[in-house]
């Protein structure tokens, strides 16, 4: 009897893995191939990670993480997850509206008095958010500079964003990292921590981020990938730029499983109730497919299905990263690239890379 029981487990046993192995069952050599060919291009280099709740189910890495010394990039490489930062800057004021802190619909005034009071008392915390603020844009010689204080959000402030809006805050989408620099200082100023320390202990510490934090040039960062261009058949080295400047911006670096963590937190709520996730992720009526920090739209894929989608880019020279979330599927998709490509950013319009994995995850 005893041996009949075991054999009927063992039965049963397996029965469930090959349940399990085919729960999530798509064509991985499609996926390969895809990323193979965009690496052969020069449109991809880097790593992509997909996974449905729990369970990671294609990871792979492609082309090199450094190409002076050939080192391959791997699961735990190190990349410039640029405009991705704003997702995580967003997450940190939304954790302050839920604890009754900060309110969307309070203006900049309220929060930074020593802020211009004729334009920062026009501009609602909700218009920096969906980068519709209407501040003047950052020039460009302010990302290359080697001056400490354009690091300083005080300075930064008081130096470029005291002019005239350059439109009525609300009314239309300008993507301008100066939106996220001041929402950064906003966290700081009402939480009365520097951003670096509310972003670690608010989120990065919780969620097991181990792999995750912000670059300065200086810092010597174990793992970390060098970026590249790609013109005529050539690699080419990035050009220079201050990261530590972009802030609370586009400043962050991260793994694809330290992401995986991040996504999965997102969809289960596990730092953010339902409620305020669901409004950080809702696309504004005046703005089309803009949210807070983040971008949602719907997109018809092979099987039929239109679903909808909320992603985050990234790009900061040499380097292109791209996070998008299936709610509805319980997926999310990871692509960080250190070489300078456009095909991680035409999900919305049914082509590139990213659509072309996620179109393969979602066949039947």
Same mark, same amino acid.
Request: hydrophobic share 45%; aromatic share 10%.
């Given at each position: 009897?005893?041996?009949? +029981?075991?054999?009927?487990?063992?039965? &049963?046993?397996? #029965?469930?893995?090959?349940?399990?192995?085919?729960?999530?069952?798509?064509?991985?050599?499609?996926?390969?191939?895809? %990323?193979?060919?965009?690496?052969?291009?020069?449109?991809?280099?880097?790593?992509? =990670?997909?996974?449905?709740?729990?369970? #990671?189910?294609?990871? !792979?890495?492609?082309?090199?993480?450094?190409?002076?010394?050939?080192?391959?990039?791997?699961?735990?490489?190190?990349?410039? %997850?640029?405009?991705?930062? $704003?997702?995580?800057?967003?997450?940190?004021?939304?954790?302050?509206?839920?604890?009754?802190?900060?309110?969307?619909?309070?203006?900049?005034?309220?929060? &930074?008095?020593?802020?211009?009071?004729?334009?920062? !008392?026009?501009?609602?915390?909700?218009?920096?958010?969906?980068?519709?603020?209407?501040?003047?844009?950052?020039?460009?010689?302010?990302?290359?500079?080697?001056?400490?204080? +354009?690091?300083?959000?005080?300075?930064?402030?008081?130096?470029?964003?005291?002019?005239?809006?350059?439109?009525?805050?609300?009314?239309?989408? *300008?993507? *301008?990292?100066?939106?996220?620099?001041?929402?950064? $200082? #906003?966290?700081?100023?009402?939480?009365?921590?520097?951003?670096?320390?509310?972003?670690?202990?608010?989120?990065?510490?919780?969620?097991?981020?181990?792999?995750?934090?912000?670059?300065?040039?200086?810092?010597?960062?174990?793992?970390?990938?060098?970026?590249?261009?790609?013109?005529?058949?050539?690699?080419?080295?990035?050009?220079? =730029?201050?990261?530590?400047?972009?802030?609370?911006?586009?400043? +962050?670096?991260?793994?694809?499983?330290?992401?995986?963590?991040?996504?999965?937190? =997102? &969809?289960?709520?596990? %730092?953010?109730?339902?409620?305020?996730?669901?409004?950080?992720?809702?696309?504004?009526?005046?703005?089309?497919?803009? /949210?807070?920090?983040?971008?949602?739209? !719907?997109?018809?894929?092979?099987?039929?299905?239109? @679903?909808?989608?909320?992603?985050?880019?990234?790009?900061? *020279?040499?380097?292109?990263?791209? *996070?998008? #979330?299936?709610?509805?599927?319980?997926? !999310? /998709? %990871?692509?960080?690239?250190?070489?300078?490509?456009?095909?991680?950013? @035409?999900?919305?319009?049914?082509?590139?890379?990213?659509?072309?994995?996620?179109?393969?995850?979602?066949?039947?």
């Amino acid at each position: 009897i005893q041996n009949l +029981m075991k054999t009927k487990i063992c039965f &049963l046993t397996l #029965i469930f893995l090959a349940i399990v192995s085919t729960a999530h069952a798509f064509n991985r050599e499609t996926i390969a191939k895809l %990323i193979d060919d965009a690496n052969k291009k020069g449109e991809f280099s880097g790593v992509v =990670l997909v996974a449905k709740g729990d369970k #990671i189910i294609y990871k !792979s890495a492609v082309g090199q993480a450094n190409r002076e010394w050939k080192i391959a990039n791997a699961a735990n490489t190190k990349f410039r %997850i640029c405009s991705i930062t $704003k997702q995580f800057t967003a997450m940190l004021v939304m954790q302050l509206v839920e604890a009754g802190k900060i309110d969307l619909d309070k203006t900049v005034a309220d929060y &930074l008095p020593e802020f211009r009071r004729e334009t920062a !008392s026009r501009i609602k915390i909700r218009d920096l958010l969906a980068s519709a603020s209407g501040l003047p844009s950052l020039p460009d010689d302010f990302y290359v500079s080697e001056d400490a204080k +354009m690091a300083d959000a005080d300075y930064v402030i008081k130096t470029y964003l005291q002019k005239d809006l350059e439109f009525a805050p609300g009314e239309k989408f *300008n993507y *301008n990292n100066a939106d996220f620099i001041v929402l950064g $200082k #906003i966290v700081a100023t009402v939480a009365g921590k520097d951003y670096e320390t509310i972003l670690r202990e608010k989120i990065l510490q919780p969620l097991g981020m181990k792999n995750s934090g912000l670059l300065k040039n200086d810092a010597v960062i174990e793992n970390l990938a060098s970026g590249y261009g790609f013109k005529d058949g050539k690699y080419s080295r990035e050009s220079f =730029l201050q990261i530590q400047n972009f802030g609370a911006a586009g400043a +962050m670096y991260s793994t694809a499983e330290d992401l995986f963590l991040w996504d999965r937190a =997102l &969809l289960a709520n596990k %730092i953010l109730s339902k409620k305020y996730t669901d409004e950080m992720f809702a696309p504004l009526p005046k703005l089309g497919f803009v /949210a807070l920090g983040s971008w949602t739209y !719907s997109t018809k894929f092979a099987d039929g299905k239109t @679903r909808k989608l909320t992603e985050r880019q990234g790009y900061i *020279n040499g380097f292109c990263a791209l *996070n998008i #979330i299936a709610p509805d599927d319980n997926i !999310s /998709a %990871i692509f960080l690239s250190n070489t300078e490509t456009q095909t991680l950013f @035409r999900t919305y319009a049914a082509q590139g890379l990213s659509y072309q994995v996620l179109n393969a995850i979602f066949e039947k």
